[in-house]
């Protein structure tokens, strides 16, 4: 029952190309639950196909050899059973990841992650805390389909009680999963379908996290800022490069990597600096991510904007099967670049 | 010790320990109705469902919890509060969102609890405490104690797909929990009978390859033998149980409610006349115990609740500035820090530069 308390200092990210490896995204989000595995023993996988299976991505693959049944458990289709009993074993103080195949299926169990998990620490005074890990992908662009390919971040990104963060590099994949399991309080982290072969280099230092609550300057610019979470912080940084080569502008791309807590400082100071802001999501832009970091900046910027603050997301329809309507569909990287011509005046 | 021997008794209970119980059910009864006074006279709001009448099964089951055993319950759980040794100061005060509240005013009625006595909540949507207690279950496993896990639910929720759900990991984990369906006939207005397919509740236990029973929750004795039997092969034989205790409550769903919608005057009348009260107290003149002393039991139960209520008069409201205390854990502000600016009007004050995190 007496949970041990190890204190651990998190380091802030530094490049070290000593100790490093390129590696993907799954395999940073693998070297992530190992480490914290190995270093605490209430950390436990659970979740559809985690163990024998090898994950459905492959997320998890020999965990389970390694590591034991009971510490990477199989669980059967029953998402609110399984995401609901990582709340519970959460609350004694274990830490719990608890995989969900994609977020299209945590709809399934949303009553545990919305009414349950996130309101554990207020509802009690307190009294109580809920220290869950939820592991998921989202994203779109294989087809998948109108309930395959989803994007609901702002759900939960507006949600008070849970963290959200979102990774789009192998390195953050590693440094946020690991914060988040280190973390006191219930963490979605949303991973991407398409970012998990993406590769990066990333610090093998256990003790390396990347701190909750921090966004990033993927680089640096003078034109245009563009605010981006998952994979499309990965499209803003190829059309930005594009751009730059192109076009001779300088696009600024902030990784948000935190969605709740957001970090407006960075963005803020970043669109202050650049006078023009294009927000970019996976999901759909009405009521989502994308709204809300609008309204922060016009908030946070009134005074330094050149243009009104554009957004470009996934078109508002579900889905749709056939390859042709579902790349019209999509925030592709064309889009975003003729977001950016129309904000800057630049000929097509 | 004096030890009641009755031939066609299943269980022998103590008799100090059934007067203690039998205070407990006394101080549920006389707690419930204060708070129901107090809801009308505006000083509890939201939701109030009060549990008179069903305080055999609630005691009966609680008192056969060990000591760290962990108990999780749904909405309607004063008593289980009160049986789980929760003050009656800290649940009145709860109940009028007092800063000294057993959850600081931020629970209310339906999310009671008290950690140090194993009490993980009070929850307040039908169902959705039952994945929470399996991982309870799981969790103990893990570490192996010697643990079990009760897990109160109403009739109404065995039709939630939760609880599908819950009993099938604990069958196909083997945990150590016994899902404790309070059948009071009703849910909310709807009776079980317009309801569940299949009316017997515990029988849908054995879906799940787990012991499923039934007991007259008006009986405080089989309660107990029932629910001590089951936590017993949970905790040795790691083996999950569904134990259906049968009662009524007298009062409506809420105290909004009047409850006689679907059910009639006669029908409550005919179901006072088994009141678990009145049977204890049988029970115990039947083991010679004097009319005197069942009477002293609940005049002492009433001023515990006297005493309840004028503590929670008593007790400020929570601080404003305190608004967002608990929603995050200790050394979450600075994460939140870098969201100020940009925050909408207020929240900056109440929640990001306020108590949040602390």
């Not at chain 1, 985690?50 to 059967?76: C, H, I, N, Q, W």
């Not at chain 2, 008179?52 to 962990?70: I, M, N, R």
Request: net charge negative; hydrophobic share 40%; aromatic share 6%.
């Amino acid at each position: 029952m007496n949970p041990v308390e190890l204190e651990v200092e998190p380091k802030v990210a530094a490049p070290a190309p000593a100790g490093s490896e390129t590696m993907n995204y799954r395999e940073a989000l693998r070297l992530a639950m190992r480490q914290e595995m190995e270093r605490d023993e209430r950390v436990f996988l659970m979740g559809e196909e985690v163990g024998l299976f090898d994950g459905s991505y492959k997320v998890s693959a020999g965990l389970m050899e390694e590591f034991g049944p009971d510490r990477v458990r199989d669980t059967p289709i029953s998402e609110e059973g399984f995401l609901g009993a990582g709340v519970g074993a959460a609350m004694l103080g274990e830490r719990p990841i608890v995989e969900v195949m994609t977020l299209n299926f945590v709809l399934v169990a949303m009553d545990q992650v919305i009414n349950h998990a996130a309101k554990v620490g207020a509802m009690f005074g307190g009294e109580v805390r809920c220290p869950l890990v939820i592991r998921t992908p989202n994203g779109a662009g294989n087809q998948l389909t109108a309930q395959h390919s989803q994007s609901f971040d702002g759900w939960f990104a507006g949600t008070p009680g849970l963290k959200v963060v979102a990774p789009a590099s192998p390195a953050d994949a590693k440094g946020l999963l690991k914060a988040a399991i280190r973390d006191d309080d219930p963490v979605l982290v949303i991973e991407n379908l398409p970012i998990y072969k993406e590769k990066g280099e990333v610090d093998l230092d256990p003790d390396l996290i990347t701190p909750i609550g921090l966004a990033a300057v993927a680089r640096e610019g003078s034109d245009l800022t563009v605010v981006a979470h998952s994979f499309a912080t990965v499209r803003a940084l190829r059309v930005a490069e594009k751009l730059a080569a192109e076009a001779g502008v300088s696009i600024e791309v902030v990784d948000l990597r935190s969605l709740r807590p957001l970090d407006v400082e960075t963005l803020a100071a970043s669109v202050s600096k650049t006078n023009r802001a294009l927000c970019v999501e996976e999901g759909w832009p009405s009521y989502g991510v994308s709204a809300e970091i609008a309204a922060r900046i016009q908030y946070a910027c009134f005074d330094d904007l050149d243009s009104p603050v554009e957004r470009v997301g996934m078109a508002e329809v579900p889905l749709p099967y056939a390859k042709e309507l579902e790349l019209a569909a999509m925030p592709t990287e064309a889009r975003i670049e003729a977001a950016i011509r129309r904000q800057l005046e630049l000929t097509p | 010790m004096a030890v009641i021997d009755r031939t066609d008794a299943p269980f022998d209970l103590d008799v100090d320990d059934l007067f203690g119980h039998y205070r407990t059910m006394f101080l549920i009864r006389r707690f419930e109705e204060a708070a129901e006074r107090q809801y009308k006279a505006a000083r509890i709001g939201g939701y109030c469902h009060l549990s008179s009448g069903q305080e055999a099964a609630t005691v009966g089951t609680v008192k056969a919890l060990e000591a760290d055993d962990l108990l999780v319950t749904g909405y309607r759980c004063h008593g289980f509060a009160l049986a789980r040794g929760v003050s009656p100061e800290a649940v009145m005060a709860e109940l009028f969102g007092r800063r000294d509240g057993c959850a600081h005013g931020r629970g209310g009625s339906m999310h009671l609890l008290d950690v140090e006595h194993g009490y993980y909540g009070g929850w307040g949507i039908v169902g959705g405490q039952l994945p929470i207690a399996t991982g309870m279950a799981l969790s103990l496993v893990r570490r192996g104690s010697p643990q079990a896990v009760l897990c109160e639910l109403g009739d109404g929720a065995v039709n939630m797909g939760a609880w599908h759900e819950s009993l099938n990991l604990a069958s196909v984990w083997n945990l150590p929990i016994v899902f404790l369906v309070i059948n009071n006939l009703y849910g909310m207005g709807t009776s079980v009978e317009r309801a569940s397919a299949e009316p017997d509740l515990f029988k849908r236990a054995g879906s799940y390859r787990m012991k499923g029973e039934r007991v007259d929750g008006n009986d405080l004795e089989a309660v107990i033998e029932a629910s001590s039997r089951l936590l017993e092969e949970a905790r040795n034989e790691r083996r999950p149980a569904v134990l259906e205790a049968l009662t009524y409550r007298y009062r409506g769903h809420s105290v909004a409610d009047a409850g006689l919608a679907y059910r009639t005057k006669d029908e409550i009348e005919e179901r006072k006349k088994l009141d678990p009260l009145a049977a204890t107290r049988e029970l115990l003149r039947s083991e010679g115990a004097a009319d005197a002393e069942s009477e002293a039991a609940d005049a002492e139960a009433a001023d515990a609740v006297a005493r309840a209520v004028e503590f929670a008069e008593s007790n400020p409201a929570p601080e404003l500035d305190r608004l967002a205390a608990g929603v995050y854990a200790p050394g979450s502000q600075e994460q939140f820090a870098r969201m100020l600016p940009g925050s909408p009007f207020g929240e900056r004050e109440l929640v990001y530069a306020g108590g949040l995190g602390e």
